[in-house]
């Protein structure tokens, strides 16, 4: 399978593009915004008619590049609130827009998005990450409810906390690593399940504690996860 992947530098995406060569695919990298920023659309229309110059076309594309901010603190700093939504979800929404009409066209193609658990809740690190993770995870749904039937899928992976740079937390036997999500995500490019949640404990207990406000599931969540 040929596949793009964003935000490879180091983490998810770096463990993920690792764990896809070794299956053999063919896996083309976005490492990060020095090579080309997908929250600004020029940049990612150029980088994508390259690709598609030089004979690539991705059979899939995985969504992983995002930023984790903080917008919040004395004051919110309304810039950082928009690059946050650039990145996260504009960057999404920009390589779906290069890639979707040629997928159509073909019927055949699979887009990732890495939405989070932080899309079910405000946050004290931020106003803008959750706001775009949920906003991320809606728009893949709706994309995959509009396109599956023609043979464009859309995944929606809500991840709980996973030991990387992004994570602020204690790493514990409760946050699996970047490699461990690789694997998933190597199985989920099989699979095409539209909506998954990982690892199965954090993204379960998240839910299960939907209906506690969002001061308690903070401080058992400060609890268990640190
Ligand atoms: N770790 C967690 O606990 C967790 C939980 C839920 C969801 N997630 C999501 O999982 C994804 C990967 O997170 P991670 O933990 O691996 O984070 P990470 O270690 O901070 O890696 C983020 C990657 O995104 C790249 N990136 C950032 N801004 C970019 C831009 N404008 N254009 C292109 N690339 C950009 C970074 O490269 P540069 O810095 O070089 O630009 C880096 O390679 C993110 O979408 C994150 O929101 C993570």
Known sequence: MKILITGTSRGIGKATAEQLRLCDHEVRE???????????REAVRLYCQKLK???????????NAG????????????????????VNLGGAINLIEEFLPDMLKVGQGHFVGIASTAAFRPNLRAISYPATKIALALALRGFDLH??????????????????????????ALVPKAEDVAKMLAGLLESKKPVVYYPFFSTMLARLLLPFSDKSYIAIRKYLLG
Not at 53 to 63: E, R, T
Request: charged content about 20%; aromatic content about 14%.
């Open 30 to 40: 976005i490492l990060g915004q020095q090579e080309c920023d997908v929250g600004n």
């Open 147 to 172: 396109y599956r039937d023609k043979g464009v899928a859309f995944s929606a992976v809500y991840l709980g906390p996973i030991a990387t740079n992004m994570f602020e937390g204690k790493k514990s």
């Open 53 to 63: 110059q030089g004979g690539f076309m991705p059979d899939a594309v995985i969504l």
């Open 67 to 86: 930023i984790f901010p903080t917008d919040v603190n004395e004051t919110f700093h309304r810039d950082i609130f928009d690059k946050t939504f650039a």
